[in-house]
């Protein structure tokens, strides 16, 4: 998992950077499709460094499958 590549992705879907060190705020990540889930949305904050992995309690099983949907949605939303 790619921290910057995520990062861009998201740019591109939202165009939104509004939050610390020009990352996509939670509102935009979920306009991008509704398969979005809060699961995939801690993931974003872990892989941002906004938390630690034991302060998030709803991460999904697998986080590189997040991840991969998280690419994919963010594709789709710029096509």
């Known amino acids: 998992m790619n921290k910057d590549n995520l990062k861009r992705y998201l740019l591109n879907a939202t165009s939104c950077k509004i ?6 705020c939670g ?11 809060k699961t995939d ?8 460094g ?5 302060d998030l309690n709803n991460l999904p099983k697998d986080r590189v499958k997040s991840y991969n ?3 994919r949605l963010c594709e789709v939303q710029t096509k």
Do not use: M, P
Not at 19 to 24: C, L
């Open 50 to 54: 906004d938390y630690k992995k034991e």
């Open 41 to 48: 949305w801690q993931n974003v904050l872990l892989i941002r």
């Open 69 to 71: 949907k998280i690419i």
């Open 19 to 24: 939050q610390h060190d020009g990352w996509t």
């Open 27 to 37: 509102t935009c990540f979920f306009a991008i499709s509704s398969k979005l889930k």
